[in-house]
């Protein structure tokens, strides 16, 4: 079955740095493309960026732009977000999930999810 695994998150201070990674199996990762989303406590899960199928295209939530970077390694099957100049604003669970080819900005679109990676950043 399809599983997306994440990892990588973690507490660090405002203006640090984490890469996730997000490992998929049991899909052709070749052909889908990949979603990075959030949850804030009390808050609905929200964008954060995605890349199509070959990696050529990249978008990013206006809040992240310049700062997080997703890529993907398709030899690989994994998806990665490095999150540069952290805020506290930017603590969350981090999710990765997979739909097919391109990317979008709404979660009800991807149909598999991980299980979530906590990233706390403190002020």
């Known amino acids: 079955q399809v599983q997306l695994v994440e990892s990588g998150g973690g507490l660090v201070q405002a203006g640090g740095s984490l890469r996730l990674a997000c490992a998929a199996s049991g899909l052709t990762f070749s052909i889908m493309a990949m979603g990075w989303f959030r949850q804030a406590p009390g808050k609905e899960r929200e964008f954060v960026a995605g890349?199509?199928?070959?990696?050529?295209?990249?978008t990013y939530a206006d809040s992240v732009k310049g700062r997080f970077t997703i890529s993907r390694d398709n030899g690989k099957a994994t998806v990665l977000l490095q999150m540069n100049n952290l805020k506290p604003e930017d603590t969350a669970v981090y999710y990765c999930?997979?739909?097919?080819?391109?990317?979008?900005?709404?979660?009800?679109?991807?149909?598999?999810w991980g299980q979530g990676t906590q990233v706390t950043v403190s002020s």
């Open positions: 999930a997979s739909r097919l080819y391109g990317t979008s900005y709404h979660a009800q679109d991807y149909g598999n």
């Open positions: 890349i199509n199928w070959n990696g050529g295209v990249t």
